[in-house]
């Protein structure tokens, strides 16, 4: 910064100064001739210093801050379709880790495991004896054939005893048959209730995750709202810092590592971070980390990004760029030593300094007002 000086003369009339001097009661009554004094104030010099600037070729340029919040990608709720259940059991707190199939709370109607264990050996069983069946009944019309061809004594009633007893073995398996799968099916059904049940009263995790929420009124006895959200798990493996902040979308380039600058508090001071996702940015701009680093979900932190640079132009400061309406102006120093305006084009205003259009010339020094 320059230092120029200009001298400016200032002169003040001379005035008089009169003096009556009166004698005392003793003097005679003529009048003394008056005392008579002029006093002349010289002229001064004051020395009036303006600090200067010249025009440099420097980089101007602007940045912006933008806002980013560390947010989950998955998340899920969890809830139950019917009314009427209570909470037996509470497997989880908000904080809590789970993997994918975790037993977080057990309603009523959520104990049905062991019935259901059994329900299934016997369909499993009946079904099985069911299959035996056919070979039993093939084999006992074989052995009663047989004692009839070898066995039997003879007679007029022969033929007619030997189909009734075929027919009384058909008609006993045909029975053993249909109380079979009678079981089979009443087992099944009873099966899929209990099933039922047991998906509405025991709810599981169904991503790998934290806990982020409990309702606050879910405890032991109490009943369990249907179609609310009983649990929130988020899915802390797959997070990406987001901003709203859409306006600077054009100014990343895709694979860009940046600097993101976490909130004080926060275990790591700063994290490298690239441009994820960009054909799907909307609403939001996402990052992915680019480091192994271990950050909480809902970690703040701020991107510091170059938004518009111009390289080696004529500068100045901002504050030494003034405006008049929709034009813009600065002051220099005038032949005559004054300051006066001179009226410039500008371009880029970034941070610290004003791209100079037209209006200046390198090295000019403007005022420092």
């Not at 200067?52 to 101007?60: A, F």
């Not at 979308?249 to 960009?278: C, H, N, Q, T, W």
């Not at 102006?329 to 005038?334: A, D, R």
Request: with cysteine; glycine share 8%; net charge negative.
């Amino acid at each position: 910064m320059g230092k120029k000086t200009k001298k400016v003369f200032y002169k003040l009339l001379p005035g008089l100064l009169w003096g009556i001097c009166f004698l005392s009661a003793g003097c005679s009554a003529g009048e003394e001739e008056e005392s008579r004094e002029a006093v002349v104030i010289e002229r001064q010099e004051e020395t009036v210093e303006y600090m200067t600037v010249p025009v440099k070729r420097e980089d101007v340029i602007k940045t912006a801050k933008l806002r980013c919040m560390y947010n989950h990608t998955d998340e899920e709720e969890i809830s139950i379709p019917v009314k009427g259940k209570k909470v037996e059991e509470i497997c989880v707190q908000v904080g809590d880790s789970v993997k994918k199939g975790d037993l977080l709370l057990v309603l009523t109607g959520g104990d049905r495991e062991e019935g259901i264990r059994e329900l299934e050996y016997n369909i499993a069983r009946n079904k099985l004896l069911l299959g035996y069946t056919e070979m039993d009944e093939a084999y006992e019309l074989s052995y009663t054939w047989w004692n009839y061809i070898y066995q039997s004594p003879g007679g007029e009633n022969v033929d007619e005893r030997r189909e009734e007893e075929l027919e009384g073995i058909r008609q006993k398996y045909r029975y053993l048959r249909e109380d079979y799968q009678d079981s089979i099916d009443l087992d099944t059904m009873q099966l899929e209730i209990w099933k039922q049940e047991m998906s509405e009263s025991r709810l599981y995790a169904g991503i790998d995750g934290k806990v982020s929420y409990m309702m606050l009124n879910l405890f032991e006895g109490a009943e369990a709202p249907a179609g609310e959200a009983l649990f929130r798990l988020i899915d802390t493996a797959h997070c990406r810092f987001e901003t709203t902040q859409t306006d600077y979308a054009d100014s990343f380039r895709e694979g860009e590592e940046l600097e993101l600058e976490l909130d004080a508090g926060s275990s790591v001071k700063s994290v490298r971070v690239v441009p994820y996702d960009m054909e799907n940015w909307q609403e939001t701009l996402s990052f992915a980390v680019a480091q192994d680093a271990e950050i909480e979900a809902g970690t703040g932190g701020s991107l510091n990004i170059t938004v518009e640079k111009r390289e080696k132009v004529l500068s100045l400061p901002r504050q030494m760029i003034f405006t008049a309406g929709e034009k813009h102006f600065v002051y220099v120093l005038g032949e005559d030593g004054l300051p006066q305006v001179r009226w410039v084009e500008i371009g880029l205003s970034g941070d610290s300094l004003t791209e100079i259009v037209s209006g200046l010339s390198e090295g000019e020094d403007v005022i420092v007002r």
